[in-house]
């Protein structure tokens, strides 16, 4: 009834709807609700490395990774496809934060030799990395970097400050960096257990973490990735291209909740009869559905879209979009199953905390229908 298959025709190529499949296989057996609530909130590191190694388990490190590199090179419309799942099974494993934003962000460095070598690395999952860019409250990058810095100290290369707001700095080996060097923008690939790199995490509303982390290392040439005007332009469309999986998080995680309510006001009885059979319900049930119906759609054709000129476009649509209809769907789901929406015991209640903190990550919708805004009037002016 929601799926993104039959909206989307990558979904419907043998390949990938064979990638798809394995991984909804995964998800039955290993992750989901009670997974997620047995480990929401735990201050070791490590349990956030053990979800990431589910996906190198089930194949998904390789996914978006060219084949000439050892990985399946299957286009970024494929994250979207994976991410719906992942939200539906409501899977703690890091996939968008750890696999879709520092592969784009590598992947659009074009033929660049360092960043191929982690990617290979990447695709075996002997690497985890992590993208540490914002030194604040969210925005697009541009060439200011008031805190962090890299400069060269002799035959090396030295970062200092701080980056915040990390997402899946607990699991990583490295964190690709976004800093200054010489006036203009570099990336720099930092171990993560490297001496001066600390990190402090803090404790989001559905029970995972993001990270500040603090910078005053000495790490090698060879430790750049890339600089220049370059360094920008990519985590632009890495940025897009996670903010498009993310969307794909968020309807996972919206027709998940529809799809428990609708089964609840069928069951549940009032007055003798099931809630479902009250018109003023009925109407409301059918409100979600539409909105989760155009979401559908919209998310299809960016699928389709990705890796193409409309891919920023779509990218913010579709988190607009997304994010507002999953923070609706998920208000509804509680009002329509009354207290025990809100008992702890009961799955709803960790579907709406992982919208909370999903539909806010990378820009909320708000700040996507802004960033559209100004596509259209640059468009008009043109």
Known sequence: ??????????????????????????LASASGPACFRQARGDPEAAVDAAAFGRLAEVGLTGALVPEDLGGLGFPAGVAVLLAERLGWSLAREPFVENLVLPYALLLALGNNARAHALLGGMAKGGSVVCVAFQEGAFALPSAEFPVARIEKVGNGLRLRGRKR?????????????????????????????????????????????????????????????????????????????????????????????????????????????????????QHRAVNLYTRAQIGRFLLGEAVDATETSAQAQYASRCKARTADSALEIAKEGIQLHGAIGFSDEYDLGLYVKRILVRSAWLGGADFHRRRLESFELAEAAA
């Not at 009834?1 to 995964?26: G, H, I, K, N, Y």
């Not at 790490?219 to 291209?241: F, T, Y």
Request: net charge negative.
């Open 1 to 26: 009834m929601f799926s993104l298959r039959q909206a989307s025709a990558l979904a419907r190529e043998p390949d990938v709807s064979a990638v798809v499949e394995a991984t909804e296989r995964f």
């Open 165 to 281: 707001f990390v997402v899946g700095a607990r699991a990583s080996t490295h964190s690709l960096v976004l800093a200054p060097l010489e006036g203009e923008a570099a990336l720099l690939c930092v171990p993560s257990g490297a001496a001066g790199v600390t990190r402090q995490d803090k404790l989001l509303a559905d029970g995972t973490f993001w990270s500040d982390v603090e910078f005053d290392t000495v790490v090698a040439e060879d430790a750049l990735i890339e600089r220049g005007a370059s360094c920008i332009a990519a985590l632009e469309n890495a940025l897009d291209v996670a903010n498009l999986a993310l969307s794909g998080e968020l309807y996972g995680l919206q027709t998940r909740i529809l799809e428990m309510t609708l089964d609840y006001l069928k069951t549940r009885e009032q007055f003798g009869q099931p809630l479902g059979a009250f018109q003023a319900l």
